[in-house]
C-alpha cells in the first residue's frame, strides 16, 4: 500500500540555519505530494503542494520538489525563524477507485532557538 | 463558510459516556475526512465521505465508533462508551473531488477529546 516515511525529530536548529526535512514515498499510482505544518496548539495548514514530477512548492521560505526519480518530496528552507517551530507532515494524495486518499508520514518536529 | 469548521474545540467526558463531534466542510466540497491524531503521534485515518456515502470506513478502530454526514455537508462522528484511549485531537477534512489529482485537502483545527 501507500505509504509516505518522514524523517524522525525532533530536529533542532538555531535561527538562521538551513533546514532541510527528508521525506519519501512509496505510491501504486501518480499521487500529489503536500507539505503540511502544525504550529502549536493549532490545527494542520497546509504548507506547499506539487502535483506532478518536478513540480516545486513553495511557501513562506519553504521549498519542495517533487522527485519521481527518488520518490521523494524534501522539504527545505534557507534561513528558519524561531516562528517556524512545528510539526511538518509529509502526504500523498492520489484519485484511486474514483476518489482522493490522503496519506500522512508521521510528523517532524522542528524546534528553532535564537 | 472560509473553513472547516469543528465543535465542541474542547471535550472532557467521563469514561463510559457517549460523545458526538460536530464538523462542518467547506461550502461546495464533497469530500470529507475524519482523522485521529493522539499525543506524540501521526494522523490516522478513521473514516472517508463522499457525498453522503462513505466508501472507505477501514480506519474506524472499534464498532464504538460511528459516523455520519448529512445533506453533503456537516458530518457527525460518535464515539459511545468512551475510553481513555479514545482521548486524542480528532480531525475533519473536506475537499472538492474531480477527475484529477491535486485536489488540496483543508483541515479544521479539530475537536480536543479528554475521557477521564
Known amino acids: 500500500g501507500d505509504s509516505v516515511t518522514q524523517m524522525e525529530g525532533p530536529v533542532t536548529l538555531s535561527e538562521e540555519a538551513f533546514l532541510t526535512i527528508n521525506c519519501t514515498y512509496t505510491?501504486?499510482?501518480?499521487?500529489?505530494l503536500f507539505w503540511y505544518v502544525q504550529y502549536p496548539g493549532e490545527g494542520l495548514q497546509l504548507l506547499l503542494k506539487?502535483?506532478?514530477?518536478?513540480d516545486k512548492g513553495s511557501n513562506k521560505g519553504f521549498e519542495a520538489t517533487y522527485r519521481k526519480e527518488t520518490t521523494s518530496f524534501h522539504l527545505e528552507k534557507g534561513s528558519v525563524q524561531v516562528s517556524d517551530s512545528a510539526v511538518y507532515f509529509c502526504?500523498?494524495?492520489?484519485?484511486?477507485?474514483?476518489?482522493?486518499?490522503?496519506?500522512f508520514g508521521k510528523g517532524t518536529m522542528l524546534l528553532v532557538s535564537p | 463558510g472560509a473553513g472547516v469548521s469543528q465543535s465542541p474545540s474542547n471535550k472532557v467526558t467521563e469514561k463510559g459516556k457517549d460523545v458526538e463531534l460536530r464538523c462542518d466542510p467547506i461550502?461546495?466540497?464533497?469530500?470529507l475526512y475524519w482523522y485521529r491524531q493522539r499525543l506524540g503521534q501521526g494522523l490516522e485515518f478513521l473514516i472517508y465521505?463522499?457525498?453522503?456515502?462513505?466508501?472507505?470506513k477501514s480506519g474506524l478502530p472499534s464498532d464504538r465508533f460511528s459516523a455520519e454526514r448529512t445533506g453533503e455537508s456537516v458530518s457527525t462522528l460518535t464515539i459511545q462508551r468512551t475510553q481513555q484511549e479514545d482521548s486524542a485531537v480528532y480531525l475533519c477534512?473536506?475537499?472538492?473531488?474531480?477527475?484529477?489529482?491535486?485536489?488540496?485537502?483543508?483541515f479544521g483545527e479539530g475537536s480536543w477529546l479528554t475521557v477521564v
Open positions: 505510491a501504486t499510482g501518480y499521487p500529489s
Open positions: 502526504a500523498l494524495s492520489y484519485m484511486n477507485s474514483g476518489y482522493s486518499t490522503l496519506t
Open positions: 465521505f463522499q457525498g453522503n456515502s462513505a466508501p472507505d
Open positions: 477534512a473536506s475537499s472538492r473531488q474531480e477527475i484529477r489529482s491535486g485536489n488540496t485537502i483543508y
Open positions: 461550502s461546495g466540497h464533497t469530500a
Open positions: 506539487a502535483t506532478k514530477a518536478d
